[in-house]
């Protein structure tokens, strides 16, 4: 166990990559904060983490929402005196072909993917720089390299999502490291939330090869385990028969 007591924030933590790495940062002895809109699945994610001797504290958070965001990461600071990560991984994938016309899902990618970033990137500066330090990552997707049709606006997103997070990072001064993960296909609740009919169907075939979501939280573990002088900038997981 390695009893940091490192504190960090996990958005999206109710499931998938955000479940898998709020549980596997507490069994390493670092102090978890889970925040996302889901309280019964908040709650279940809580219990497993005390049932292994972990520490979470447990907060209902609308990451499209930028008070809230600000508030999950004020009520950390000051329950903790300082927040050392935030993982920013709150993420929706209705993908669709664009001429199927789903504006309110555009919208919603939007509002969830790149302003729910900036959210959380507003919310946890300050505590950084006000501490001369901390720790930045973002739960972006193989669709910031790469385009699919069904996926524009998605791709879109995450494309975005790792243009602000190097942005910040060459911004930033170098006591405050930023990471980028962009995961391939894995084991998820993401593709539940696409309404196309054919976009479903594909997405199906597509996910046939996945990685668990521990993977990726293992990933996250690695790039915040490392020393302070030592910044992971970005780390690309896809299935081995993902090519």
């Known amino acids: 166990m390695i009893t940091t007591g490192k504190v960090i924030l996990i ?4 499931s998938g990559i955000g479940q898998a790495t709020a549980l596997r940062l507490a069994r390493e002895g670092y102090r978890v904060v889970i925040g996302a809109r889901r309280r019964d699945r908040l709650a279940m994610v809580a219990k497993e983490i005390e049932d ?15 008070e809230d965001v600000a508030a999950f990461a004020d009520a950390a600071a000051d329950r903790h005196g300082r927040i050392d990560v935030i993982v920013n991984n709150a ?18 990618m939007i509002d969830v993917n790149i ?18 330090g901390g720790h930045f990552v973002t739960v972006a997707s193989i669709g910031a390299h790469q385009v699919a049709p069904t996926g524009a ?16 990072r060459l911004e930033l001064d170098p006591s405050i490291r930023v990471t980028t993960v962009s995961p391939g296909v894995v084991e998820s609740e993401l593709a539940d939330s696409i309404s196309d009919a054919d976009a479903r169907e594909a997405m ?8 668990p979501p521990d993977s990726i ?15 992971v900038n970005e780390l690309v997981i896809r299935p081995a028969r993902q090519r």
Request: glycine share 10%; aromatic share 8%; hydrophobic share 40%.
């Open 11 to 14: 958005t999206g933590a109710s």
């Open 52 to 66: 292994v001797g972990g520490s979470v504290d447990v907060r209902r958070l609308d990451v499209t929402d930028r």
């Open 91 to 108: 993420g929706v994938m209705p993908l669709s072909r664009l001429d199927a016309l789903l504006t309110a899902e555009w919208d919603r």
């Open 115 to 132: 302003r729910g970033l900036l959210h959380g990137i507003a919310a946890a500066l300050p505590h950084f720089q006000r501490q001369g």
């Open 153 to 168: 606006v998605y791709c879109a997103t995450k494309y975005a999502a790792w243009a602000i997070t190097e942005g910040l």
């Open 204 to 211: 199906r075939t597509y996910r046939a090869e996945s990685i």
């Open 217 to 231: 939280a293992e990933a996250i573990s690695y790039a915040i385990g490392q020393s302070p002088g030592v910044d």
